[in-house]
């Protein structure tokens, strides 16, 4: 599943992974998305500072996965 920042500079969630702009995967579990974001690791990948707006809409995301990833 790939995050993707936009030419504003906004973080999101790309489920088609094809829009433009610096992006990162994760794997499809809540488990995931809690190390991607813990400690800044996306904030670095991405090289950017992610506003609480961000953070929000990629916990709302986070929240409906599965904890852990399917065999």
């Given amino acids: 599943m790939r995050v993707v920042r936009g030419a504003t500079g906004s973080v999101h969630v790309d489920p088609a992974g094809k829009q433009p702009g610096?992006?990162?995967?994760f794997c499809g579990a809540k488990q995931c998305w809690e190390q991607g974001l813990r400690k800044g690791r996306l904030e670095h990948?991405?090289?950017v500072r992610l506003?609480?707006?961000?953070?929000?809409?990629?916990?709302e995301f986070m929240?409906?996965?599965?904890?852990t990833a399917e065999a």
């Fill in 22 to 25: 610096r992006g990162a995967y």
């Fill in 45 to 47: 990948v991405l090289k």
């Fill in 51 to 59: 506003s609480g707006e961000d953070l929000s809409r990629l916990g």
């Fill in 63 to 67: 929240e409906g996965l599965p904890a």
